[in-house]
Nanobody, 128 residues
Framework: QVQLIESGGGLVQAGGSLRLSCAAS????????MGWFRQAPGKEREFVASYRWRSGWTYYADYGDSVQGRFTISRDNAKNTVDLQMSSLKPEDTAVYYC??????????????????WGQGTQVTVSS
C-alpha cells in the first residue's frame, strides 16, 4: 500500500505562487511514477503534471496545456516527495489538487485511471 499526503495549499492572489508537496510512504518511492491532478466543483479531474520514467531510466516531466510554462514538477527520491511549484496563478487554477502515484508506466499527459493511489487533496484558491 502507498499513502500520499499533500500539503502547501492555501489562498493566494492572482499572479502569485504556491508550492505544493506530496509525501509518499509504504513503498519505495523511486519505483513510483507520480502525478498531480486537480478538480474544481462540477468539473472532471484534470491532469496537471507528471514525473515518470522513460527509456534510459530517466525522469520526464509532462504538463497539462493549461499550466504549461507556469507550473514545475520535481521529485526528491531521498525525501520521498514530489513537489509542484505553481507560478503566475490564475483564478481558474482554483481547485483541489491531488497527488497520485502509479506502479506502472504512464502515458504522456496521463489520465486519472492510470494511477493506483491518491492523496486526499489540498485546496488551492486563487483570488482575482
Amino acid at each position: 500500500q502507498v499513502q500520499l499526503i499533500e500539503s502547501g495549499g492555501g489562498l493566494v492572489q492572482a499572479g502569485g505562487s504556491l508550492r505544493l508537496s506530496c509525501a509518499a510512504s509504504g513503498r519505495t518511492f523511486s519505483s513510483l511514477n507520480m502525478g498531480w491532478f486537480r478538480q474544481a466543483p462540477g468539473k472532471e479531474r484534470e491532469f496537471v503534471a507528471s514525473y515518470r520514467w522513460r527509456s534510459g531510466w530517466t525522469y520526464y516531466a509532462d504538463y497539462g496545456d493549461s499550466v504549461q510554462g507556469r507550473f514545475t514538477i520535481s521529485r526528491d527520491n531521498a525525501k520521498n516527495t514530489v513537489d509542484l511549484q505553481m507560478s503566475s496563478l490564475k483564478p481558474e487554477d482554483t481547485a483541489v489538487y491531488y497527488c497520485a502515484a502509479s506502479t506502472r508506466a504512464l502515458s504522456p499527459k496521463s489520465s486519472a485511471g492510470e494511477y493506483d493511489y491518491w492523496g486526499q487533496g489540498t485546496q488551492v484558491t486563487v483570488s482575482s
